[in-house]
Structures are given as C-alpha cells and as structure tokens.
C-alpha cells in the first residue's frame, strides 16, 4: 500500500473539512435514511473483515487473516520450498522465507508461523492456513521445474495425507515424502491449539479445479469430484483427530464454473446423470461431505469456502477497470457487487451470457447448504472488486461487507496485491478512530429511500442503543446528497463525524462540530460530498461514547453457541452500529433488514 507523510494527511483532512463544511445550498439530490431499533435485528460474524496475507504487512487492521493462493498448493512444509506455478515459469525457491524474518527460514512451518505472529500483532485476528493436498510439493529451491521433470520426479516432494505412524518432532527430510497430518500436529505443538492461540482454520488447498492449469508440473491431470471429495474428507478427518476445535474450510473453489461443473470435470457428467436433484458441483461436495461425516460421526465441513472476482464488465467492456474517471464504468463496479444478492440484477458478463442460473451467488449457497449440509458457513476466502486507486474501491468495498453481513457469511478475506483504498473501507470497520473503534456485532432494521444513491447499514453491540455509528456513502458521481437520517427506538443529540473520500486511502477524523452535520429534534441532516463514505458515531450525549475494545480482541471474548455460531450478548455497554451505504445491499433479498423503495 502507498505510504502518505502524516504532514500531506493532515492538509488533506483540513481539506476534507473546508469542503464538507461548504453551505447547504449546493446543487443535489436527497435520501431518507431509517434505522428502526424496535425491528428485528440479526448477528452478524466478526471475520468478514479480513485480508489474505499478501495485505497484512499494510496499515490495515483486519479481523482474519488467510495464508493461501496458487503458492501455497505446492508449499513444502518441512523445508520452507515452494513453486510459482504457472505465475512464474513454475519456479521453486524460498518464496515465502524472504517474507518473513531471517531467523523463520529454517523453521519448519514456516509459513504458518509467520501468519500466527502477524494475527497477534493485527489484535488477534483469526489465522487460516493452508494444507497441501494436491499429490506432491517442491523438493528444492532450484528454479524452474521443466516438462521433463514433472511430478512424480526428484524436483517433487510426495504428499501423504496421514503418515500411519507415530509424529516425528522435527520432520524427516530424507524420507522424499511430507507428511499433511504430521504438519497439523506440529502447528498444534508449536503454535497451540485452536482454543489456546494456534491455528483456528485450515483450508483444504487451493482452487482444485486448476491444479492442471496452475500446477500442471505438480498435478498434470485434471482433478476430478470424486478425487477433491476423497482428499478433502480424509483431510478434514485427521485435522478433527488432532485439533477437534480448529475449522475446516472447503473446497476453496475458484469461481463461477468450479461451482457449476467443478470447471467441467471428467465425471461431472456421470454424477450429474446419476443425481438430477444436484443443481451444481457444491450441492454434489455438500452431499458427499455430509455423507462423511454421518460415518465419522464428526463434522468435518465447518465452512464451504469459495472465491469470488466479479466478471461483470462496464461500458468500456473491461471487468473490473481502471476507468476512474467514466461515471459509467464507475456504476458498472458498484452494481457488479449486486451479483452476490440481488435477483432482479443482471450483470453484463460471460456468465449471464450463458445463463447465470446460480447468481446471485450468495443466497443459491445458502440454498445448497439447507438442503445438503445443515449448519455449514459461507467463507470466501478470496474476493475483489477492484478500484484499489480510488474511492469507488472503497464504496464497492463496503458493498460487498454489506452483502456478507446481510447473508450470514462467517468469514471473508480480501485477495488483491494493492488494495488501497479497499483496505481503508475495511479499516472504516474495524478501525476508524486508530484506537479501536469498530462496527457493531448485531444488525438493525435499516431502510433508504433512495438506495442507487445512497444506502444503509445499522448494528449494535447486543440490544444497547446509547451510541449508534452510521456510515453512509454517497455514490454521486458529481453531486452532493442530502441524507435525512432518522432512528427510531431513542434519542441523540451528540454526532462525531469520520470520513473516506478521494483525497487520500485513509480514515480521517473529521471532528465532532462538523458544518456539514446537524441534529434537530432527533433528526440528522448530513450533506454529502460525492463518491464519499462517511462514518457518523452517535450518541445520546458526548458522555455516553464508550471506550471500545480493538475488534480482534474482542473476537476473543465471542462466546459460541451449540450450533456453533457467535453469541451477540455483550454485557459491557459497549456499543457500535454502522450504516454502510451501499447499492448492492438493498433490496428483496435482505427481507426484514431493508425494505427496497422506488425513487420519486
């Protein structure tokens, strides 16, 4: 992430202030914001806010942490070795040691060690490692692997998935063979268990259905169902052995036709033939994973784990463009996150080009886990919606917080290699006053008038309402917008405003006597600049602002309920909410949350 000199910071926030506190009579439109206490309200899971780790060595402060990608499928846990792939010439070379520091890089498990320290430094966030199930892992840091020495060769390690034997304390590097058990066993040693500070999730590899693509020096064949389904039930088996309380997450697929046809596998057609109530590949690896696990008499699929990068293209028809200044390319990236919950959008993409039958992708995994597998969470462990440059990154950003929250995904971590202003939306969240101040663990009944131009999110800490963070965006591309924001349920008086905009990718203090903020008999009047996303602490006094606890701390104290989901009883007092505005979190998908309005 680009670093911006505290001294070009604060002239930019004197900026931010001059302009948000022009007069009230600038050319714009207007919306009706309402939060409504008195509704239903619903949990909402602390680790949507995370990052994979090419990201966690940022300024940003993310509540989870992934260590995983196409590197980590041919990772060598006992020598540190790892092999690019197809991203680089399938070179193998100590990629992840020159990461970390020097004294990790003879130490086994390197990897996983170095993302263990970097969760504690980022206040505890939540670690996911990866483990190898592809067949075979570098043998060296030699360089390039050529087609002559393909797996099985000396430039390849073979992976056994359980070793049959007693764990060694310190791996045999003699024996050509890694041992995937043997690996959880030693994390669990070194690092502790998932309840005492070690690893708490495992991700079964990296997007199976390209290993012949990505890794086709590792794993030449294409990877069928039924292989990934055996691979991951015989994994899942050993980490429950010896961790019973860390979470399995799978099968990491990685986009729309790995969730169809596992990217039309060898014998899809057969299964497909054989069950015609499987709609897609995830209902067949849900089914064969709950079948598992009737014979274990364990759960072993604690999160079906996907990934997700919008092909939804703009005017220019590019996906995911760099067109900053074409408002309608800017549009065509808040709509594309509509693709994850609303049914009455259609992206312009390959995909709804050939039917788009499992978008929005979220609410048809929700379908999938009902029928086949109960109780199973939603992770995507990899997303992006782009815009890493503006602020029309961080507005897509918390659209797409806003449909994890609105959809009950447990766990989401942001994949990209710059994501600057994306990271500052997640930091809006977690983050926002540098000292703690973070979004709420319950939502709230929200509702906008006018949801293309602005929409909205509430939560709080529980059923306390003293304090209320609203965070709204104007999606304008040129004009202000007049936010009317009511909520109902009690009375404030006191407002601190902070704010995103284009001058810089950071949170910036934007003082609690703010022009641009009024309050008047229990109604806030807040003048928008455009494409901007402002967080509004609120309070029934300045008094009643309470003390907040770092929001990864406070992931410590989340007590689990039987079916394994987090508790929303905070007897603290410590409250927060955020309205995150947004357009692709409003609409009929969200039920009793938000209530979707037609424009006047």
Not at 6 to 27: D, L
Not at 238 to 246: E, F, L, R
Not at 401 to 417: I, K, P, Q, R, S
Request: proline fraction near 3%; charge should be negative.
């Amino acid at each position: 992430m680009r670093r911006f000199k505290r001294a070009a910071a604060m002239t930019a926030a004197a900026a931010i202030i001059s302009v948000c506190t022009m007069g009230a009579g600038a050319e714009g439109g207007s919306v009706d914001i309402v939060v409504d206490l008195s509704k239903e309200s619903k949990e909402i899971s602390p680790y949507i806010f995370g990052v994979n780790e090419e990201l966690m060595g940022t300024s940003v402060m993310p509540t989870a942490i992934r260590a995983g990608g196409n590197r980590s499928s041919a990772y060598n846990w006992e020598t540190n070795a790892s092999n690019a792939g197809s991203d680089k010439e399938h070179f193998s070379d100590n990629y992840f040691p020159q990461m970390m520091d020097k004294e990790l890089a003879d130490v086994p498990g390197a990897m996983s060690i170095n993302l263990s320290r970097k969760c504690e430094e980022k206040n505890n966030a939540y670690p996911m490692t990866t483990l190898q199930l592809a067949g075979y892992v570098s043998a060296d840091m030699n360089g390039a692997v050529s087609e002559s020495e393909k797996a099985p060769s000396d430039r390849w390690n073979k992976v056994e998935i359980t070793k049959g034997s007693d764990f060694a304390d310190t791996p045999d590097l003699t024996d050509g063979t890694v041992y995937m058990d043997e690996y959880v066993n030693y994390l669990v040693k070194t690092l502790g268990s998932a309840k005492n500070g070690g690893i708490r999730g495992y991700s079964m590899d990296n997007e199976p259905s390209l290993w012949h693509m990505t890794h086709a020096r590792m794993h030449p064949e294409q990877c069928t169902c039924a292989e990934i389904v055996e691979k991951n039930t015989a994994m899942a088996k050993a980490v429950k052995d010896i961790d019973p309380d860390a979470e399995v997450f799978g099968p990491a697929l990685f986009g729309y036709s790995a969730f169809d046809s596992f990217a039309s596998a060898k014998d899809w057609k057969d299964i497909k033939a054989e069950r015609d109530d499987y709609r897609w590949f995830i209902d067949y690896y849900l089914d064969q994973m709950k079948k598992a696990e009737d014979e274990s008499g364990t759960r072993l699929l604690d999160a079906l784990d996907v990934h997700y990068y919008t092909e939804a293209k703009g005017p220019c028809g590019e996906r995911s463009c760099k067109h900053y200044s074409d408002e309608g390319c800017v549009q065509a990236r808040f709509d594309s996150v509509r693709s994850l919950w609303d049914d009455t959008y259609k992206e312009d993409s390959w995909i709804t080009d050939t039917g788009g039958t499992f978008l929005p992708l979220l609410p048809n995994l929700k379908q999938s886990i009902d029928q086949y597998y109960p109780g199973t969470k939603i992770a995507i462990t990899e997303y992006d919606f782009g815009g890493s440059y503006d602020i029309c990154g961080a507005i897509a950003e918390t659209d797409a917080l806003g449909a994890f929250m609105e959809n009950d995904v447990y766990l989401a971590t942001l994949f990209a290699m710059e994501a600057d202003y994306q990271c500052a939306a997640i930091n809006l969240f977690t983050n926002f006053d540098e000292n703690g101040g973070h979004f709420g663990d319950t939502l709230r009944h929200t509702e906008s008038s006018d949801f293309e131009r602005s929409s909205a999110y509430a939560s709080t800490f529980g059923d306390n309402s003293d304090v209320v963070t609203l965070v709204v965006t104007n999606k304008s591309f040129k004009d202000k917008t007049t936010a009317n924001i009511k909520i109902k349920g009690g009375e404030y008086s006191y407002v601190h405003l902070y704010g995103l905009n284009n001058f810089a990718p950071q949170v910036f203090d934007m003082t609690d006597s703010n022009q641009a903020v009024k309050v008047m008999d229990n109604t806030i009047t807040y003048e928008m600049e455009p494409e901007t996303v402002s967080l509004l602490l609120i309070a029934k006094d300045k008094d009643s602002i309470p003390t907040f606890e770092p929001m990864g701390k406070m992931t410590e104290k989340v007590e689990k309920t039987k079916d394994n989901k987090p508790s929303a009883k905070n007897k603290g007092g410590i409250i927060a909410a955020v309205i995150v505005a947004a357009a692709a979190v409003c609409g009929g998908v969200f039920g009793a949350f938000r209530a979707k309005k037609k424009k006047t």
